[in-house]
């Protein structure tokens, strides 16, 4: 039985050439704005997605132009993929921000206080914040260069209120699950660790930079599903 295109299938073909340049341009547009990482060829392809979605959406009896349509489609596929190359998830962003806040609040009423008096401060029972705590604290030691102003500062912490979290007992999980990574992202994250380049890992893994990027994103965010870092603000 051959194979014979359908009207139907020929015009969204032809509109998805058509609007091919159109694809290209929000991403040449996008990527000015990303970090280097961010390959141009991949925000294409995830705008190609989203033009895919506008021509199966599109009716030509409603007074919606496709051009139009599409741009939305386009930018949303892009933007959700951006998303998903962030290194720290939005809600330990958040959570950080506040324990910060909380934490000079605190120390500037009292000389010595507990993770009791942090949790109360934000408006957390202590059980929700020593587990986000630890979600917290084991984002930083998987995300090897995250940015300095995202990891959590403030006034010097004393030891009772960072008892509930053993570092060591955290640092073997994340070696375990490290461990437990396919060979690529296992070689990239120990390199990361022993402070190596993406040059340098570029160059062992024969690839380019924004390869060894994509791959650094990959491995974190499966050792943030095997870690269980899925810290929801008001979860």
């Known amino acids: 039985m051959s194979l014979v295109s359908t009207p139907v299938a020929s015009y969204r ?18 990527r000015r704005r990303c970090p280097p990482e961010v390959l141009l060829e991949d925000l294409v392809s995830a705008g190609v997605v989203g033009l895919l979605q506008a021509c199966q959406k599109f009716d030509p009896r409603r007074q919606v132009k496709l051009g139009t349509l599409a741009e939305h489609r386009i930018r949303g596929a892009m933007l959700d993929y951006l998303r998903q190359l962030d290194p720290l998830p939005r809600a330990l962003r958040q959570f950080q921000k506040k ?21 109360a ?26 940015p300095a102003r995202d990891r959590v500062r403030g ?23 490290i461990a437990q990574l396919p060979r690529s992202e296992r070689i990239v994250m120990a390199a990361r660790k022993a402070g190596e380049c993406v040059r340098e890992v570029a160059r062992t893994l024969r690839v380019t930079e924004g390869r060894v990027s994509q791959i650094k994103n990959r491995a974190i965010h499966r050792l943030r599903i095997e870690l269980g870092i899925t810290c929801h603000p008001n979860g």
Request: hydrophobic share 40%; net charge negative; aromatic share 2%.
């Open 99 to 119: 324990r910060e806040t909380a934490l000079a609040n605190v120390a500037g009423s009292e000389t010595r206080f507990s993770a009791e008096d942090v949790a």
């Open 13 to 30: 073909e032809q509109a998805i050439l058509n609007h091919m340049p159109q694809v290209k341009m929000i991403a040449s547009r996008l």
């Open 155 to 177: 006034p010097e912490v004393p030891a009772a209120e960072c008892q509930p979290i053993d570092r060591c007992v955290l640092a073997r999980e994340i070696e375990d699950a």
């Open 121 to 146: 401060t934000m408006g957390l029972p202590l059980n929700k914040y020593r587990r986000q705590l630890r979600e917290s604290q084991a984002e930083d030691m998987i995300s090897l260069d995250a």
